[in-house]
């Protein structure tokens, strides 16, 4: 049986660059740029929590690092490193060469090196830890509390695949197999806005990424910036399995409740100046992404959802909540 | 039921020094020391596994983040800021808040301020993980590579008192309440030598802490810089309780197993020329910090401990590794 460190050696040691001193010492280091700060967030991720224990490994060690990438993104840094904290009930060589690939592959894209980390055997389940590192300019980091008075609203990509994916696996909602086809790859390959974060860096104000869901995380920055929004259902990007099945399969509100509260999303919420639409626009064909105008910053606190017949939605869907579920 | 996002407002938002943007948002930022680099490390500490499920919550945030800065330490970096992961199987006020209360003592005693992290509900047991963020001169950072031929070994502290704590614990060798009570600090208070490594930063050559086990541990640096070396077992630091149960409570291979091969005990391991002596000596008497001489390092590969007669010991006790136990 390989030891502990045997595998750490074997699959999480590939070279890392220049300036970058890589795992194998008390501590990884890294220097930034001169006059950039550190950007820095972590993500814990815990089997039957957030993942299932049947997991394709290679789409685990992808999101694993994902989630955390989209956090750079949503301030607008860019990766500088990574490190992976490991907890597993058992060596499997297989299972762990294969969370290997779908990491570095993600963190070579990125130039996000790993440079560190801790691996140890869980009696429970799979347990894993990211930690991210990038560097920004402090004073264009996108921040939550920077909405403005009459910022238009956009969000990156499409929405409501993961969460309606997530369902059917749970058991939540019946399963339709070409449904769970077209929305597996949302749910278990999501991929980090970390180009489109960086280019938006000098024409947005605040920024989110929508890991716990579209009102939940707006909500936090209309809450950080001390104002409130108004949101437009027709406007709201649906994944477009969704839109096919706008009068079939899902019910409305398990629908409604996928787009406006669904998490594990990983696209970029953000505020901007009407003034910059056009520099949105052209930044958003350039990178291929999508980017929708979805609503407005106002005064009044709070957040409206208008449904597609123009009325206020007075039963919003609740938010995702770690603790409440 | 408190919420997620109150039960981490409440406990975890302490403000922070100026220059550290804190949780909040999707990344904490923070700046270093131009000419500086960052030095980072992430432990990952699971109940069952690191710590007992009936520990005092006050204790496992002390040791949470003790690990950690004894990372920092081993390096002779300057802690800047942590991140926090914390899975739990429920909310608990009282348990989160003295654990809170004991992590933030710690973080303030070394100006470690928390700036970020990750709170979720675990289906298993208690999930920590813990990164911290320091700053070091790229030039002075203690490396594991960096033993010298000639060079004298030294440990601070004594040893062996963790390990026969955590096996009276776990039940593994007959409960002495006397030893336990004597033993049972230096595992579950650690004190890491965040200041000694600091200073030691511009004399020593290379270090390590001892978390897997002296053995280890020193067999790290040895790898890692080419080199051998020879220790003698009645140079060892002892535990003043090991001291006094030397010829009473302990079978000798308990207590040789204890210090040679005992994790957990977050003493710093380095190696210095025998010019430094006297320096090292003064530092470790300024800080009130024993330091002792425990061998040499020499040119033949692999590392020989010679007993108290003067004999190599034939068959050293195994090292700690995570998978193996």
Redesign the interface.
Known sequence: ?????E?IKRFFSRPVSAGL?GG?????????T?GL????????L?????FFSDVDPRSLGHKALAVNL???A??G?RPLGC?????LPA?EEAWVKQFADGFYALADQHGCAL???????????I?L?V?V??E?E?TL?L???AAQLGDDIWVSGVLGAADIACRMLAGEIPLDAALLQATRQALEWPTPRVELGQQLRSYAHA???VSDGLLQDLGHILA?SGVGAELHEQALPLHPALIDSLEQTLPPEVLRRAVLAGGDVYELCLTAAPAQRAMLEKIAQTLGIALTRIGTVHKEPGLVVYDRAGHAITELPGGF?????
């Not at 550190?38 to 993500?43: G, I, L, M, P």
């Not at 490190?83 to 907890?87: H, S, Y």
């Open positions: 049986m390989a030891t502990e460190f595998l001193l194998g010492d008390d501590c990884a280091l890294f220097g930034i001169p700060q550190v950007a820095t967030s972590t993500d814990l815990l089997e039957g929590r957030h989209s956090d750079l949503a301030m840094a490190l992976l904290g490991l907890g060596i440079i560190g980390g801790d691996t140890t055997r869980s009696l429970q389940g347990t830890s930690t590192f990038g920004v402090p980091a921040r939550r509390n920024a989110i990424d950080a909540d770690h603790f409440r579920i």
